[in-house]
């Protein structure tokens, strides 16, 4: 299974940026969720945001009010709309899928970078 990502880029601060990311190959029983990790130099990646196609989603603390997760379960389609962004934002962010199945698929990061 391929993850296909878009978006990332450089960006000043406050600026807003848009994810986009599909994982057309799972097939629709066995779509759960989709989500953002990223991993700044020298830390451990972590998640942003993560939503299931039963309704949930959840965000990391240092994001929540300023990124909103979306997407679209019959296109296995997620979009990270990332808005008022900070140094600190800057990372690889890397697209990630999980099936009912008990698999996890990642994409191949896209960098973003917020600075001035």
């Known amino acids: 299974v391929q993850l296909q990502a878009s978006g990332g880029g450089l960006v000043q601060p406050r600026g807003s940026l848009r994810l986009s990311c599909a994982a057309p190959?799972?097939?629709?029983?066995?779509?759960?969720?989709m989500g953002w990790y990223r991993q700044a130099p020298g830390k451990q990646r972590e998640l942003v945001a993560f939503i299931t196609w039963r309704g949930t989603s959840n965000y990391a603390e240092s994001v929540k009010g300023r990124f909103t997760i979306s997407g679209d379960r019959a296109k296995n389609r997620v979009y990270l709309q990332m808005n008022s962004l900070k140094a600190e934002d800057t990372a690889v962010y890397y697209c990630?899928?999980?099936?009912?199945?008990?698999?996890?698929?990642w994409g191949q990061g896209t960098q973003v970078t917020v600075s001035s």
């Open positions: 190959g799972i097939i629709l029983s066995n779509r759960k969720g």
């Open positions: 990630n899928a999980e099936t009912f199945s008990g698999h996890d698929y």
